[in-house]
C-alpha cells in the first residue's frame, strides 16, 4: 500500500495562476480533507469529504474547491491563487468518518509569488 | 468556535528526562483525542489516542492522560532519547455534525538534549 499520496512536493505560482493539488489514497478509506498549515498556526481543515459525491467545508474554505468523483482521489483546487495561500497542504485520510486515526500524505509545499 | 489550546509551544528537556506536554478543548461533544508527531519536512504521523470512555492509554514511553471534567488531557513521554526531537500535535474531534473532523493544536516543539 502506499497510502495517501500528494503531488506535486513542491510549487510556485504567480498570484492569479490556479491549479490544483493532488491526493490519492489507496486504502479504501471513506473519509479525506486537507488541511494547510503555517508556521505557529498547526493544522487548520480547509474542506472535507464523507465519502464519494459529499463534500463540505471546513475552517478555512475560501478561494479552495474539492470535488469526491471516487472514493480514492480527492483534489484540491486554488481558483486564483493568492500570497496568503502560501503554506504547505496536507492531505489525510481515515477509514470511517468518526473518531478514526487519520493518515497524512507527504505535503505539498506551495509558495504564490 | 471551538478550539484547542496547547502548552508549552517549545520544550527542551535532557535525555532520560520526561516531557509532559498539555493540551485543553472546548467543545464538550470531543470524544477522541489523538496526538501526531511532526519531524522537521516531514508528515504529521499519529503515535497514540484516546477515546473519551478511557482515562489513560499508554505505549511503552509513552502515555496519554484524558480528564474529561476539565476538559483537559496530556502527552507523557518517559525516557526521552534525541529521536523524540520533533513538534507534537494534540487535536480533538468535533462534536454535532462534523464528528469526523479533528481541532488541532498549535503545536509543541520538543528538543532533547544528548
Known amino acids: 500500500n502506499a497510502g495517501v499520496t500528494q503531488t506535486p512536493k513542491f510549487q510556485v505560482l504567480k498570484t492569479g495562476q490556479s491549479m490544483t493539488l493532488q491526493c490519492a489514497q489507496d486504502m479504501n478509506h471513506e473519509y479525506m480533507s486537507w488541511y494547510r498549515q503555517d508556521p505557529g498556526m498547526g493544522l487548520r481543515l480547509i474542506h472535507y469529504s464523507v465519502g464519494a459525491g459529499i463534500t463540505d467545508q471546513g475552517e478555512v474554505p475560501n478561494g479552495y474547491n474539492v470535488s469526491r468523483s471516487t472514493t480514492e482521489d480527492f483534489p484540491l483546487r486554488l481558483l486564483s491563487a493568492a500570497p496568503s495561500q502560501t503554506s504547505v497542504y496536507f492531505c489525510a485520510s481515515s477509514y470511517g468518518w468518526w473518531s478514526q486515526p487519520q493518515h497524512f500524505g507527504d505535503g505539498t509545499r506551495l509558495s504564490i509569488l | 468556535g471551538e478550539n484547542v489550546e496547547q502548552h508549552p509551544s517549545t520544550l527542551s528537556v535532557q535525555e532520560g528526562d520526561s516531557a509532559v506536554i498539555k493540551c485543553t478543548y472546548s467543545d464538550s461533544a470531543s470524544n477522541y483525542f489523538p496526538w501526531y508527531k511532526q519531524e522537521l519536512g516531514k508528515r504529521p504521523q499519529l503515535i497514540i489516542d484516546i477515546r473519551s470512555n478511557v482515562g489513560e492509554k499508554k505505549d511503552q514511553r509513552i502515555a496519554v492522560t484524558l480528564n474529561k471534567t476539565a476538559k483537559h488531557f496530556s502527552l507523557h513521554i518517559t525516557e526521552t532519547q534525541p529521536e523524540d526531537s520533533a513538534v507534537y500535535f494534540c487535536?480533538?474531534?468535533?462534536?454535532?455534525?462534523?464528528?469526523?473532523?479533528?481541532?488541532f493544536g498549535k503545536g509543541t516543539k520538543l528538543s532533547v538534549k544528548p
Open positions: 487535536a480533538a474531534s468535533r462534536g454535532g455534525g462534523s464528528q469526523g473532523n479533528l481541532i
